[in-house]
């Protein structure tokens, strides 16, 4: 019986004491974090208040980048939004999930030199002219970036961006 | 590809998955994106598996869970999933079962790796010393209570234990570990390297494990050392195909003792040897994943295992099996099926020893098949009430044709209530040994003879497979994100349950060479028995860095048969804990320091006169830098010994006991 109090005790003395916090993010949470960081190393080169930022096709990011909503970056507010590919006119920044291969040319095809900031984490996305690839090394996310389009598109990239990616294209 | 299933069927439950916006760890938003790169993802699971949502009672030992976990055996990771009986019956074996009838050779439920079935069809059961991995390697143990009958097939009766191995892009870079202790000792080594569309790993794990307490005797002859070494590959095809390779081999030599039967005193006799095992296997999967959530998957693979030098028996197993399934899903309703064949070439050898006495399969080589096919439909009824109906065919040379078809729903009462049920059907078909096996029993003193009994027992080709039918409710709740709890209750109602009854001719009086009573049993058919209980499991996240883990079950069964029974008959009621009660805690102090703690509870088992026992183990973990961890482990840490399980029926070996032990473990990676 003696055994069994001390070892409740033990269990027990375990749930009092400070807290720290430790970050042991799912790969979800990464990624979301990684295209917040994006968001606020890139300049678009029109003024205004707000940045809508656009989900296009199937992501189970989705569920998370709300948290983007009402949160600023260089003095703009983000306003998160799923839309359909078609309907992309009034994007600033896009995340592309999954899309038919046709559906997501056309879309690149649609947004080429527009001032808008395309992110995926679909392979290949930064060869078919997006801007942002994220891509998983082992278990750390990498990212690449197609520094062409992005020049094409009017968009500036901070040098610390493109120092910190893995391949500039 | 069982697992492909599983996933699939994880996956499809959670298919309209754009619900609600999920949390996120504020902190991240605010960390620098330098700070990022260096970050670890915890899984790179491509859907999010709400567990939430499954109609079965569905038990996941987490990657963080193995991470604090007090082992590196696989069998006793499964000591705090709720419903499950683990002892340790000897330093190499245990007895593990699910929802009853535990025994060496635990037969009623199914046990995976990465999609290939471990269940031996010789002795109907699991060489749990031959299941082996590099913890660290590890993804998740998912355990499955109950049928599941309709996607996972025969034998899964009482439950599914699907042990999930890491992605090659997972376990990237150098690892090595070292762990010595007063009762074992190994070490392991793996690297993992990729191109861009390949990721790979290779390892290698040596071990030895110290002997354990013979009751009233000492050391136990039971030591035993291992060596394994596998690699898988990862391709990824294209981003929805991937292809996979991998094997692993080992080499084991183990201290075995098994009893034989003479008809003089002291009629039992133990025989101690070295036994070696040794396993191979190769599995190659190709699957296709779509956003659109239709999938398929192709898998092969060929085991190959055998067993020399025990005193006994000894017996050569090859497997190969070919599987295939798909998923369809469309509005309103998810379509699942799948085929598969299965090839079993089995060789058991009889030892020297055995010629004295009869002890054989009979006949000793036999090749057999199992082709099977199922499928399986989800409705959407409404948007929060699901049914599921699907039944697997499977067709046994032996058996013939057995169908096990299951009903389920799931309601989701509201985002945070769920409440499950299921009526389902499932089979276990009879093992080599129950069909083909002659086994010399001995039974000290027969009831009403002051003799002792020596029994001749057949096996019998004329069986037919055992059958379950199962109810089962249950219930999830989470009252907020930090606080969860699950509840099922399940009756089971079992036929056709095989056993051995007492022929009806009076066994033959011998006065020679000692006066004994011999006489022939044939295994038959002839118990039925039910079984109810009631298991809880609920975890409590206080503060990130602190978990709490709890489950209990609880479980009778009861076993009736006309006649009466000598040979796993109804005195296996009594075989089955009834309490089984596990607490543990995981505390994160600080960045750098780790403390785990658990106590657990198993009430007596009675048929062997075991005890009631607690146990309590300690882990103190200490991360040094970023390469390098320290542990110190401590399992029964206010208990000397305790015996788990008693000594089973076939295969007898001396009563053993699990001894107090200590471990300092060091882990590098880079």
């Keep these: 019986m003696r055994s069994i109090l001390l070892a409740l005790f033990l269990v027990l003395a375990l749930a009092t004491g400070h807290t720290f916090s430790k970050v042991n993010p799912s790969l979800e949470e990464l990624k979301v974090a990684f295209v917040y960081n994006f968001l606020k190393f890139v300049s678009w080169p029109s003024q205004g208040t707000t940045l809508r930022f656009c989900i296009v096709g199937e992501t ?99 040098s610390r961006l493109l120092r910190l990616a893995k391949e500039v294209i | 590809m069982n697992i492909l299933i599983g996933l699939i069927l994880l996956a499809i439950v959670t298919f309209p998955a754009f619900a609600t916006g999920r949390e996120i760890n504020p ?3 605010r960390m620098e994106l330098e700070e990022l790169l260096n970050l670890e993802v915890t899984s790179a699971a491509k859907h999010p598996q709400k567990l939430s ?81 590099i913890i660290e390697d590890l993804d998740r143990i998912e355990v499955i209570r109950g049928p599941g009958g309709s996607l996972w097939g025969a034998n899964a009766v009482n439950g599914i234990i699907n042990i999930i191995t890491k992605s090659a892009w997972d376990t990237q870079g150098f690892f090595a570990n070292l762990k010595v202790g007063n009762e074992e000792s190994l070490a392991a080594l793996r690297y993992g390297g990729h191109g861009e569309n390949v990721a790979y790993r290779v390892y290698l794990k040596a071990r030895e494990v110290d002997s354990s307490a013979e009751i009233h005797n000492g050391q136990a002859h039971d030591d035993w050392r291992m060596l394994q070494g596998g690699f898988r590959f990862d391709w990824k095809l294209s981003p929805e195909r991937n292809l996979r390779f991998s094997g692993d081999a080992y080499t084991q030599t183990a201290g075995v003792v098994q009893s034989y039967y003479i008809p003089i005193p002291p009629y039992e006799i133990f025989f101690a040897d070295d036994g070696y095992g040794f396993g191979a ?32 028996l000894n017996w050569d197993l090859d497997v190969y099996d070919i599987e295939f399934q798909q998923v369809i899903p469309k509005k309103n309703l998810i379509w699942t099926w799948g085929l598969g064949y299965r090839l079993y070439d089995t060789y058991v050898k009889k030892s020297v020893y055995a010629n004295f006495s009869p002890y054989a399969f009979v006949p000793a080589k036999t090749k057999s098949y199992i082709l099977n096919a199922f499928g399986q439909a989800e409705i959407d009824l409404t948007s929060s009430l699901k049914l599921i109906l699907g039944s697997k065919f499977e067709y046994h040379e032996e058996t013939g044709l057995n169908f096990q078809p299951t009903g389920r729903f799931l309601w989701k009462v509201d985002e945070n209530k769920t409440i499950w049920g299921a009526i389902s059907r499932a089979v276990r078909t009879p093992s080599r040994g129950e069909l083909d096996a002659v086994i010399n029993i001995y039974i000290p003193r027969l009831e009403g003879s002051p003799y002792p009994l020596f029994l001749e ?41 095989i056993t051995v009854p007492l022929p009806e001719k009076p066994p033959v009086f011998h006065p020679k ?112 830098n970023e390469n390098l961890s320290l542990s110190f482990i401590g399992q029964n840490i206010f208990d000397p010994r305790h015996p788990e399980f008693g000594q089973y029926y076939a295969l007898r070996t001396p009563l053993r006991e699990v001894e107090r032990s200590f471990f300092l473990k060091i882990t590098w990676q880079k």
């Design chain 2, 457 to 497: 027992l057949h096996g019998n080709d004329d069986l037919d497979p055992e059958t379950l039918l199962a109810l089962e409710l249950g219930y999830r709740q989470s009252l907020n994100a930090r606080f969860q709890y699950d509840v099922t209750v399940f009756f089971n109602v079992y036929d056709d349950l």
């Design chain 2, 281 to 312: 296997n190769f599995l190659l999967k190709l699957e296709e994943k779509k956003a659109s959530g239709h999938s398929w998957c192709l898998q092969a693979y060929y085991d190959t295992s055998s067993a020399t030098g025990y005193p006994l």
């Design chain 1, 60 to 158: 189970p990011l989705v569920d998370y980048l709300e948290v983007f909503s009402g949160k600023s970056v260089s003095n703009k507010v983000i306003m998160v939004t799923k839309t359909d590919p078609k309907d992309t006119k009034d994007c600033q920044a896009i995340f592309i999930g999954k899309l038919a291969p046709l559906q997501k040319e056309k879309l690149l095809k649609t947004l080429k030199g527009k001032a808008v900031l395309t992110i995926s984490d679909q392979k290949s996305f930064t060869k078919e002219g997006g801007i942002i690839e994220l891509f998983l090394e082992g278990k750390k996310l990498r990212f690449k970036v197609n520094y062409t389009a992005a020049k094409e598109a009017g968009l500036k990239i901070s």
């Design chain 2, 27 to 29: 902190e991240l938003l």
């Design chain 2, 513 to 624: 060479p000692w006066p004994h009573l011999h006489t022939y049993a044939k295994a038959q058919n002839s118990m039925d028995g039910e079984t109810y209980g009631f298991e809880l499991s609920a975890f409590y996240r206080p503060t990130s860095p602190l978990f709490f883990q709890l489950s209990y079950s609880y479980l009778k069964m009861f076993l009736h048969a006309p006649q009466k029974t000598i040979w796993f008959g109804e005195d296996q009621e009594d075989v089955w804990p009834r309490h089984i009660f596990s607490l543990r805690s995981c505390y994160e102090i600080g960045k750098k320091l780790h403390l785990d703690a658990r106590v657990r509870y198993v009430s007596k088992v009675p048929l062997y006169d075991i005890p009631s026992y607690w146990a309590t183990d300690i882990k103190l973990s200490w991360k040094a």
């Design chain 2, 53 to 133: 949502e499954v109609a079965a009672a569905v038990f996941v030992i987490s990657e963080e869970s193995l991470r604090h976990s007090f082992t590196d055996f696989i069998p006793e990771l499964l000591r705090d999933v709720p419903g499950v009986h683990v002892a340790r019956t000897t330093a190499s074996d245990w007895a593990i079962s699910i929802r009853g009838f535990n025994d060496r050779f635990a037969n009623k439920l199914l046990v995976l790796m990465d999609g290939r079935s471990l269940y031996t069809p010789l002795f109907s059961g699991v060489h749990w010393e031959r299941q082996d991995a």
